[in-house]
């Protein structure tokens, strides 16, 4: 297995595993959370994840740029010493407004959750939380994969630990949640900031940070955008239907988020690939294919997810999160075009027209808006999933257009239309399932699943390698299977 390939499963594990493990766990926290605390939970994300964006300044994607751009290990220091400093002073400013004013200002974006003590505990966590951005980025840059993931399936664990802790013993509810991830992100600023020091050199530069920002400004737009598509729906929904309903689409959101998390891993493992392929050209073939590939593991992620989503929450999860199974199966499915445009969005990043990004992004977000404007009312919170999907389908083919103009690189493009129909063909099927009696019902999902990879190889989509590699497998397991028959 080379390099790439171990370091992929190294963070596909470091970004799954936290996810897995809230999946785990969602039907315990049903069982001791109403569906209007989850919808408290959920609406909370949301302002976690603006904030974030905010505060970052967008330099969490400068990072990998610039580490890679400095021409040698002192100015890699110097750079990201920059860039640390930066992200300690400017949120210290911004969360001083918002203990100024917080009650005012979140009372625009969320009415049915009160800042103190909800928000509050969210800013503060949000806060501390950028003592890990320059170590974790510098770790993917690296590419150091192990010590990345422990960190961050350990801060995972940690959380859910106290969470359990507060949640089922002390009875604590939706606050126990928060006051988790404030308590295990704060238990681990110690460990960032002792590892972040050998990899600054503070020698502050106006013109240096004018450069940083000339860079990651343009991105803040892009990232609300983002933030737009991905959490705003929670904020919306609050005109239309109830906290409890919210509540339902949150935790359908978790489910069918894991699948964006997949994409995120195996992104992760490959931009360091992508960057250097392109500017040494030296095995660019090989990172053009792993696309495919990665294309492939997350195409077949969501299938799962979309078709096994209405087994888990018929087995495990309480009457009253019913119908969160139509919310999983589009956003697993918008993992796949989330992940498309990851890809061609490294055209624009490689190319530094990053001014490029928010003209995609908000087109998409501002559709996103419009669709739950125009649907939501009429079809409830199952339309917010559905516009989701073709918000992040509209992204992906815009950015396509624009990497195509500014940088283009040809992928596997022939593989990746027989990949991406047959899968969305087959979410479809399991969209619109009959009622069937509960064996029936579970040999349907089950024909979907192995039907899949069988129809991918009708419409010509694996490669002579690859068809081989199936047959040597298929061959090793039917004679271990006669084997043991035999024996």
């Known amino acids: 297995m080379n390099k790439l390939a171990k370091q992929s499963i190294v963070y596909l594990g470091a970004t799954v595993t936290p996810r897995l493990l809230g999946v785990i766990l969602i039907p315990v926290y049903s069982h001791y959370l109403l569906p209007r605390e989850y919808g408290i939970f959920g609406l909370a994300n949301t302002i976690n994840q603006l904030l974030y964006m905010v505060m970052t300044f967008g330099l969490v994607s400068?990072?990998?740029?610039?580490?890679?751009?400095?021409?040698?290990?002192?100015?890699?220091?110097?750079?990201?010493?920059?860039?640390?400093?930066?992200?300690?002073?400017?949120?210290?400013?911004?969360?001083?407004?918002?203990?100024?004013?917080g009650e005012q200002i979140f009372h625009l974006?969320?009415?049915?959750?009160?800042?103190?003590?909800?928000?509050?505990?969210?800013?503060?966590?949000?806060?501390?939380?950028?003592?890990?951005?320059?170590?974790l980025m510098v770790l993917r840059s690296q590419e150091r994969a192990k010590l990345y993931a422990s960190l961050t399936i350990g801060q995972a664990v940690l959380y859910h630990t106290l969470a359990i802790v507060l949640v089922l013993y002390f009875g604590y509810g939706v606050l126990g949640l928060l006051w988790s991830n404030l308590l295990s992100t704060l238990v681990l600023v110690p460990v960032f900031s002792l590892l972040?020091?050998?990899?600054?050199s503070i020698h502050p530069s106006v013109r240096r940070m004018k450069s940083l920002l000339n860079y990651s400004m343009p991105l803040i737009p892009h990232s609300i955008a983002g933030w737009v598509l991905n959490l705003s729906d929670r904020i919306v929904l609050q005109h239309w239907v109830a906290l409890s309903d919210i509540g339902v689409y949150s935790l359908g959101y978790t489910l069918g988020g894991s699948v964006q998390n997949i994409a995120d891993a195996v992104n992760t493992s490959w931009f360091p690939s992508f960057y250097r392929s392109q500017t040494t050209g030296i095995a660019i073939q090989e990172t053009l294919r792993t696309a495919t590939y990665m294309l492939?593991?997350?195409?077949?992620?969501?299938?799962?997810?979309?078709?096994?989503?209405?087994?888990?929450?018929?087995?495990?999860?309480?009457?009253s999160y019913a119908g969160s199974e139509n919310v999983v199966l589009w956003v697993a499915m918008s993992a796949v075009f989330i992940l498309m445009y990851y890809i061609w969005s490294f055209s624009v990043h490689y190319s530094k027209r990053t001014w490029y990004l928010p003209i995609v992004t908000w087109s998409a977000a501002l559709s996103n808006i419009g669709l739950n404007i125009l649907l939501i009312p009429k079809y409830g919170y199952v339309a917010a999933a559905f516009?989701?999907?073709l918000a992040y389908f509209l992204m992906a083919f815009i950015c396509a257009f624009i990497a195509r103009k500014l940088y283009p690189v040809v992928y596997e493009y022939r593989r990746w239309t027989i990949l991406v129909t047959t899968t969305l063909c087959f979410a479809g099927a399991a969209y619109v399932r009959p009622n069937l009696y509960f064996f029936w019902d579970l040999m349907?999902?089950?024909?979907?699943?192995?039907?899949?990879?069988?129809?991918?190889?009708?419409?010509?989509?694996?490669?002579?390698?690859?068809?081989?590699?199936?047959?040597?497998?298929?061959?090793h397991l039917l004679r271990g299977r006669v084997k043991a028959l035999s024996q």
């Open 387 to 389: 516009d989701t999907f």
């Open 296 to 319: 492939g593991i997350v195409c077949g992620a969501a299938l799962i997810v979309a078709v096994g989503a209405h087994h888990f929450v018929a087995w495990f999860l309480p009457v």
């Open 196 to 200: 972040t020091v050998p990899m600054i």
């Open 62 to 101: 400068a990072v990998s740029r610039f580490y890679f751009d400095a021409s040698d290990a002192d100015q890699r220091r110097i750079m990201m010493g920059q860039i640390a400093v930066f992200l300690l002073l400017a949120p210290l400013r911004f969360l001083g407004l918002i203990e100024w004013r």
């Open 444 to 475: 349907y999902s089950l024909a979907l699943l192995f039907g899949w990879p069988v129809v991918l190889g009708v419409f010509g989509y694996y490669s002579e390698s690859e068809v081989t590699l199936w047959k040597t497998v298929l061959q």
């Open 109 to 135: 974006f969320t009415p049915d959750v009160s800042y103190k003590p909800y928000l509050r505990i969210v800013s503060w966590t949000t806060f501390f939380s950028m003592f890990a951005v320059v170590p």
